[in-house]
Structures are given as structure tokens and as C-alpha cells.
């Protein structure tokens, strides 16, 4: 379902159903051997999708580890992110030739609990917020808004290897045209020459679920002929 928001620089993988018969490799049994069944399953579907996407690009299979703040660990020549919640479990891989940047992020279509959107939310994007809940009631505008923030770390961590919290990105949701912006009210770093001051990206909102997803391209792309992206 991802791929509807994704260009076709990436590739993806997802399933909306747990694999419970799916086989980890050895180290990532490790990393999970000792958690409950729920988390068991969402790490090993999330993983057989992201060995889907790596075949797409023509890749081998291979361990895919939590870093140190639980970002993937990707083998050499691929840019990516997992996202997982409750019925969906999806990956979107690229290389560096043709993106520099990727996060994605799934969430329930249903309000934050009490107070979440305060913690989360700038008071521009609360004003925002509470304008988009009366204009279009059947999407849960705050919900997104904390998808669309968890998809900007996703794809700021990788570039920088810094925390970035919940109020350093101004995010701006246009509710026609389902995109995104995140202005960044810190310093980012230089990628391919240039300063980084903001990420752009799709929403989806489908079968009680919210998608949000950033691909920020390489300035210069390779020479390929399109894949295929669904899965």
C-alpha cells in the first residue's frame, strides 16, 4: 500500500498480517530472543519485508540490526526504513545514487491519547491541527501530524547520527493534496553541498491506517530504468 505515495526511486515491501512461520538470521534471533511474542512478530515481518525490498534491488538477504538508537543498520550501499504498528509492517529501501534520505512511518488512523499532541506539537501546528480536525473530520489530523514527525527523524538520523527532538521541525500539512512539509528549526548538516533545511513529503490515509513517508533525492541521479515498487 506504501508504494502509492513513493516516486519510483525506491522499492518497497509490506504486509498487513504477521509471517509466524518467518526465520531470522541468527543475529537478529539474538537481538530478539528474549522479547514478548508481540514485539517478536512485528521485528520478524518487518525484517522479511525489508529482505523483499533488498531483493528488488537485486541484493542478497542480510541481517538487518538495531543501531544504537534502534534506527536499521543497512548494508553498504542501501538507504532505507522500517515502520511498524499495529496490522501493517512495511519497508522502503533505495541506494545513494538515487536518494539520500528516506523515512516512513505507519500509524492507527485514531486520536493521540490525552496530552500527546501537546508534548509533540508546536503551537502553530496545534492551531493547525485543531483547524484540520473541523475542516476534515474523518482524518485524525493529529495522528498524522505524529506520523509525519516520526518520518522526519527517520530520515534525519541516518544523515547526522543526532537526536532530533519533536519541536526542532515545523511541520506544514496540506490536506488536498496529501504531501507534507518539516522545516527544520535547527542547523542540519550539509548533504551533497548543501545545507539541510527542510524535508518534503506524501501522506495516506487507507484501511484505518496512516501512512507518512519522505524520499529526499540525490541531486544527481544514476541512469536506470524503472522498478517496480509494490509488493
Not at 134 to 159: N, T
Not at 165 to 191: K, W, Y
Amino acid at each position: 500500500m506504501i508504494e502509492i505515495i513513493l516516486p519510483s526511486s525506491v522499492v518497497s515491501a509490506d504486509a498487513f498480517d504477521d509471517v509466524l512461520d518467518g526465520t531470522l538470521f541468527p543475529e537478529e534471533e539474538a537481538v530478539i530472543g528474549r522479547a514478548v511474542d508481540k514485539r517478536r512478530r512485528e521485528f520478524t515481518t518487518a525484517r522479511l519485508c525489508a529482505r523483499k525490498a533488498l531483493r528488488m534491488l537485486g541484493r542478497a538477504p542480510v541481517p538487518i540490526l538495531p543501531g544504537a538508537r534502534g534506527e536499521p543498520q543497512w548494508p553498504a550501499g542501501v538507504v532505507g526504513s522500517i515502520t511498524h504498528c499495529a496490522g501493517y509492517r512495511g519497508a522502503v529501501l533505495g541506494e545513494p545514487e538515487d536518494v539520500s534520505a528516506v523515512g516512513i512511518d505507519a500509524e492507527p488512523n485514531e486520536t493521540l491519547p490525552n496530552g500527546v499532541l501537546a508534548a509533540i506539537a508546536l503551537p502553530k501546528e496545534q492551531e493547525e491541527i485543531h483547524e484540520l480536525l473541523r475542516a476534515h473530520p474523518g482524518i485524525h489530523w493529529d495522528r498524522l501530524l505524529f506520523s509525519a514527525k516520526e518520518s522526519v527523524y527517520k530520515a534525519w538520523f541516518p544523515l547526522t547520527n543526532q537526536w532530533l527532538s519533536f519541536e526542532n521541525a515545523l511541520i506544514t500539512i496540506d490536506p488536498l493534496r496529501g504531501t507534507f512539509s518539516a522545516r527544520l528549526l535547527v542547523g542540519g548538516p550539509q548533504v551533497h553541498g548543501r545545507r539541510l533545511t527542510g524535508f518534503s513529503g506524501r501522506w495516506l490515509v487507507s484501511q484505518g491506517l496512516i501512512l507518512t513517508a519522505i524520499v529526499m533525492p540525490t541531486p544527481v541521479f544514476s541512469a536506470r530504468s524503472p522498478r517496480s515498487r509494490s509488493a
